[in-house]
């Protein structure tokens, strides 16, 4: 990783077990890379054009063919992702108000973020007591030998920063965590709950994108899929899109919509354990939802495993990259003399990258395609890096084209059965 001026020069490894990079795709060998980041000094460590740089692979022919081809793609939904955000979203908070609240939450944000300590902003995994099950309608997958209900109740999270608590709260639809939930009859069974992207909650195209039917027939797990906020039944009344409300409200708005994302997850996983009798439960997410999951290893540890899937890890610098939003956000940034360091400052509080995990190496894999260009391929060696390295699967695809699916999710259904996860046999 290249110094700049104004990073902190990071460790390189010089004596360390061989990584455990479980697919065909490797890294270039010449490469040296960085030890595990440091939680304490991130967000100057990254340098100001972190960003900027490509992670190098070595590529059969074949596979630089894939690799091209599903970038391309990526390259075009990301300039069109990028503009409806830049057209929809940051209007919302790049007016001189807006700009006030942002850097007078930045400062309450980054006090919490400098303990270090993960529950000084997320607070205990809540109970729930009072929740509501019904039949689920139109998922794809519907089960012979069990049932498949959507469990919603109210969400108990109270954003922390009290500068937006009304605002946040008024957004009633936000309010309702849901969860879609497979099980079997003669359960329960280990449970792996899936977090779906940004706009991409449609309960239809995650059972496809996870292969939840595969995991519930052929492993015998019970599966999830959770809602995160502002997406899907939680959007708020006037949004565009789903997800439009997770950034319309600046950093304070991001950072709290994780902070209910995770409060609201960890309340599921207490139902499941309290009311379902779910002893072991893990949790995937892809791009957004696999940050969400990262997040989630850095706070609960009774988590079994977490595995993110083509994951952002550093938001502010996926913002740098997405053209033409990028260019709104640093002249923003650069009208108040701020840079994207200052911007990593800001959402650090809800950084996985700010907290060390709380599973143990061994429970932790991350998925990565080495043409994503929505999350590219630095994202995922981040966080592999700060998990002191752990399992790793490349697969030859992007962003939304996973090629070698077949590939990556035997390599997961290994992890799974290594870490004894697995039901016994029936």
Known sequence: ???????????????????????????????????????????EDLGEDFWKHPEPFD??????IRVGSTAAFDHVLRTAAASVVATTAMPLHMHPAGILEMLQSARFYKELAQSHEPEVFFGP????EHFRRDPAWGPVFIPRDGVCED??????????????QRSYLRHRQNLMAHLRYWRHNDGPRPTIIAIHGFMADAHWLNEWLFALRWFYERLGCDVALF?????????????????????????????EAFGQAVTDFRAFFNLLRDHFGVEKIGVTGISLGGYTSALLAAVEDRLEFAVPNV??????????????AGTALRTLLGAVGKNVVDLREMLAVASPLNYPSKLPRERLMVIGGVGDRLASPYQQKLIWEHWNRCRLYWFPGS????????????????????????????
């Open 1 to 43: 990783m290249p110094e700049t001026a104004n990073a902190r020069p990071l460790k390189l490894v010089t004596n360390e077990e061989p990584p455990t990079i479980v697919s065909k795709i490797r890294h270039k060998t010449e490469k040296l890379y960085p030890t595990r980041i440091d939680v304490q000094h991130w967000t």
């Open 227 to 255: 809602t995160l906020p502002f997406h899907g039944n939680r959007q708020t009344r006037y949004s565009l899109f789903s997800g439009h409300g997770f950034f319309a409200g600046g950093t304070s708005r991001i950072n």
């Open 399 to 426: 962003h939304i084209l996973h090629l070698d699916k077949a590939g990556f999710m035997g390599a997961m259904a290994r992890f799974l059965a290594d870490i004894d996860f697995l039901p016994e046999p029936r």
């Open 151 to 164: 469990l919603t109740f109210l969400s108990p999270y109270n954003p922390a920063n009290p500068r937006i």
């Open 311 to 324: 994951p952002v890890i550093s938001l502010a610098d996926v913002m740098m990259e997405w053209e033409p």
């Open 125 to 128: 995994a809540p109970k729930v």
């Open 59 to 64: 590529l059969r022919f074949t596979d630089r």
